[in-house]
T-cell receptor, first 112, second 116 residues
């Protein structure tokens, strides 16, 4: 079945450092890919998404590119802030499906 | 506009008791999804409901678990005779329609169930 594997955490960074969280997937067909973020005490929020190969999703300085050849959707941010401290989840859904398959989540802590 | 509201945030139950988890979707949303996150794992789909209907319960354990979304009131995930292995975070999400490229599901904060 469809599955997502993401980089294990926790990840601790200094402010203004570069962040990368790796995500690879296994799926039949052409899934949609997502990154969700959960800030402390809050629910999961959609951070960005990409629905076809070579699409780049971006939001709040974060970017991820849908790479079909490597079945990857790595999340990157060039300069993190303390407010980016959160748990990040990579997820996929089959075309027009409502079910999301999630990775285990990566906890990111940014220190001032 | 309030987001998806789940309560309680934390629930402790002894083995053999019942657990009831509530989810109020966002205003105007008629589709509800429940997910479970076991320790060290990703969220796993459990069930998809519309008002008064279960659309897909393929992720629900066959016994002890049930879900409903009545015409009035919140969606309820009910776990009977809880066991330690039911300890997990349970997340609810809602959407205005049932899926598709431009449909975003909005998640609640989750209920953390601990069975002692």
């Amino acid at each position: 079945g469809d599955s997502v594997t993401q980089m294990e955490g926790p990840v601790t960074l200094s402010e203004e450092a570069f962040l990368t969280i790796n995500c690879t997937y296994t799926a039949t067909g052409y899934p949609s890919l997502f990154w969700y973020v959960q800030y402390p005490g809050e629910g999961l929020q959609l951070l960005l998404k990409a629905t076809k190969a070579d699409d780049k999703g971006s939001n709040k300085g974060f970017e991820a590119t849908y790479r079909k050849e490597t079945t990857s959707f790595h999340l990157e941010k060039g300069s993190v802030q303390v407010s980016d401290s959160a748990v990040y989840f990579c997820a996929l859904s089959a075309l027009n499906d409502y079910k999301l398959s999630f990775g285990a989540g990566t906890t990111v802590t940014v220190r001032a | 506009n309030a987001g998806v509201m789940q309560n309680p945030r934390h629930l402790v139950r002894r083995r053999g008791q019942e657990a009831r988890l509530r989810c109020s979707p966002m205003k105007g949303h008629s589709h509800v999804y429940w997910y479970r996150q076991l320790p060290e794992e990703g969220l796993k789909f459990m069930v998809y409901l519309q008002k008064e209907n279960i659309i897909d319960e393929s992720g629900m354990p066959k016994e002890r678990f049930s879900a409903e979304f009545p015409k009035e009131g919140p969606s309820i995930l009910r776990i009977q005779q809880v066991v330690r292995g039911d300890s997990a975070a349970y997340f609810c999400a809602s959407s205005p329609i049932g899926g598709g490229l431009n449909t975003e599901a909005f998640f609640g904060q989750g209920t953390r169930l601990t069975v002692v």
